[in-house]
């Protein structure tokens, strides 16, 4: 019976369950406006720190769960997460915000090395959604750093963006979430970039994709031609490129998705009715994501002897 109760003691030690406003009785009450504070100082630098900070989310939480591993640096004998070949495209200021806001939260005495990174990830997310006109909400907290981060772990993690419908469930089941949160989470392609690699099979060969927008496809084929610099890169959403907001989804309803796998959110018929419900309706898509975004925060979360807290994000301790 004791042995029975140190292994439920040990148990419920390491799997302490996250929760709002973790830090308001910490160390650091202030953690979360102070993060909001760097966030929008950023935000007011340029606007791509929304899409850039948005993408670093999700990137890192189907690696490995929402850790914080995607931040870490390669050094001379690990390739880490963030030099795959599927995390090239992640935007340097989607980094550096999340960099900003721990040395803004470590600038204050009481607070250093009191709040991870993965935590700042979450409300760097958050902020940067609420600054781009997308909905507030409460963000669960108590995270810690992940000690790994390899390149080999992202193999198969991500979807590229050829993916269908039945590909796409199927990587989001593997992570707890539904085909709805699947639909919900995808526009966080109504901010950010892609690069033309992305999308050039749609645009150009002998048959190009029937679904596409034919007035889209020549607007594409204009920014992105034969040979073009692969550093160029077109906005998902080229209605409402800086707001984060459910024209993502009327954007699919005119054939204007950028990737394939956007697009078939909507050609195909099992998705199309949720696609058109959060097309007309704010409110419903407002709900429906951040139920989603909640539930995608708590994948794979680090706890206990699992992980730490970084004291550089992007350098294990």
């Not at 526009?187 to 690699?197: D, I, L, Y």
Request: proline content about 5%; some cysteine.
């Amino acid at each position: 019976m004791a042995a029975l109760l140190l292994a439920l003691m040990l148990l419920l030690s390491t799997a302490a369950p996250l929760r709002r406003n973790y830090y308001a009785g910490s160390a650091c009450p202030d953690a979360e406006s102070i993060v909001r504070e760097a966030v929008t100082k950023k935000f007011r630098q340029t606007s791509v720190t929304v899409g850039a900070t948005v993408h670093l989310f999700f990137h890192d939480c189907f690696v490995e769960g929402c850790d914080a591993s995607v931040i870490v640096a390669s050094t001379a004998n690990n390739t880490a997460e963030k030099d795959h070949p599927v995390n090239l495209s992640l935007a340097g200021d989607g980094f550096d915000t999340v960099i900003r806001a721990k040395a803004a939260v470590d600038a204050v005495p009481r607070c250093r090395n009191k709040v991870s990174c993965a935590d700042i990830l979450v409300m760097a997310t958050r902020d940067v959604i609420a600054l781009a006109g997308g909905p507030s909400y409460a963000v669960e907290l108590g995270r810690l750093d992940g000690l790994s981060s390899t390149a080999s772990s992202v193999n198969g993690k991500l979807a590229p963006p050829s993916f269908n419908l039945d590909q796409l469930t199927a990587l989001f089941a593997t992570n707890g979430l539904s085909q709805t949160d699947m639909i919900a989470l995808s526009a966080g392609h109504t901010v950010g970039f892609a690069h033309c690699n992305a999308f050039t099979s749609r645009i150009r060969g002998p048959t190009p994709d029937p679904t596409l927008n034919s007035t889209f496809a020549a607007q594409l084929r204009s920014w992105c031609p034969p040979n073009v610099d692969p550093r160029i890169a077109v906005t998902m959403d080229v209605v409402t490129p800086r707001a984060f907001d459910n024209q993502y989804y009327k954007n699919l309803q005119n054939g204007m998705g950028l990737l394939a796998s956007d697009q078939v959110l909507h050609s195909d018929p099992r998705s199309r009715p949720t696609v058109d419900a959060w097309a007309q309706s704010s409110a419903a898509f407002n709900k429906a994501f951040v139920e989603a975004i909640t539930k995608m925060g708590r994948i794979g979360v680090k706890t206990g002897a699992q992980g730490n807290i970084r004291r550089n994000c992007a350098v294990f301790n």
